[in-house]
T-cell receptor, first 115, second 117 residues
Framework: NAGVTQTPKFRVLKTGQSMTLLCAQDMNHEYMYWYRQDPGMGLRLIHYSVGEGTTAKGEVPDGYNVSRLKKQNFLLGLESAAPSQTSVYFC??????????????FGQGTRLTVV | AQKVTQAQTEISVVEKEDVTLDCVYETRDTTYYLFWYKQPPSGELVFLIRRNSFDEQNEISGRYSWNFQKSTSSFNFTITASQVVDSAVYFCALSESPKAGGFKTIFGAGTRLFVKA
């Protein structure tokens, strides 16, 4: 059971380049999230999705775009990377509706460096 | 708005000491969920516990225990007889009820725990 898989695990970008991070989950979860983790700041929510075809902004959405064309995939795009986007990115998913199973399952993280 | 505060940035203890990690939260919802996650040096996030706002019963799981107090909006985590393997960053998180339209899980900044042998 793969759970939540993030691709790639590591990436180095030059300022101004674009890239897409892929998150795939095989648990049929409705909700999916993208977080970034920076030292001393915990995990901050970038964007999230409550279902296929829907996305919403989180705490720090600027400079990122997302798409949820398929329920199992949640893509995070950086159109023009900046050094401030150097971070570790985590994708997460969780079930909807059942309050007893609302913990998030996380991917292994993507370490992105923008030079 | 939701907010989670973990005031302790780093804690250092000697093995076998007890340690409590503090978590204070803010929410306007009456139904919400609280979580603790562990992030060991390997980097993955490991779910530890979940609590809903209607269940203030404290929980013990081995050397781990959690104290949830709505009166002080706190959800503190205690490790008894700490071990070197407990060294990690611990995150407290808050999720609002889907009925309230809150689908987000918000995390605190984390507390880095060092357990020395």
């Amino acid at each position: 059971n793969a759970g939540v898989t993030q691709t790639p695990k590591f990436r180095v970008l030059k300022t101004g380049q674009s890239m897409t991070l892929l998150c795939a989950q095989d648990m049929n979860h409705e909700y999916m999230y993208w977080y970034r983790q920076d030292p001393g700041m915990g995990l901050r929510l970038i964007h999230y999705s409550v279902g296929e075809g829907t996305t919403a902004k989180g705490e720090v959405p600027d400079g990122y775009n997302v798409s949820r064309l398929k329920k199992q995939n949640f893509l995070l795009g950086l159109e023009s990377a900046a050094p401030s986007q150097t971070s570790v990115y985590f994708c997460a998913s969780r079930e909807a509706g059942n309050p007893l199973n609302t913990e998030a399952f996380f991917g292994q993280g993507t370490r992105l460096t923008v030079v | 708005a939701q907010k989670v505060t973990q005031a302790q940035t780093e804690i250092s203890v000697v093995e076998k000491e007890d340690v409590t990690l503090d978590c204070v939260y803010e929410t306007r919802d009456t139904t919400y969920y609280l979580f603790w996650y562990k992030q060991p040096p390997s980097g993955e996030l490991v779910f530890l516990i979940r609590r809903n706002s209607f269940d203030e019963q404290n929980e013990i799981s081995g050397r781990y225990s959690w104290n949830f107090q709505k009166s002080t909006s706190s959800f503190n985590f205690t490790i008894t007889a700490s071990q070197v393997v407990d060294s990690a960053v611990y995150f407290c998180a808050l999720s609002e009820s889907p009925k309230a339209g809150g689908f987000k899980t918000i995390f605190g900044a984390g507390t880095r725990l060092f357990v020395k042998a």
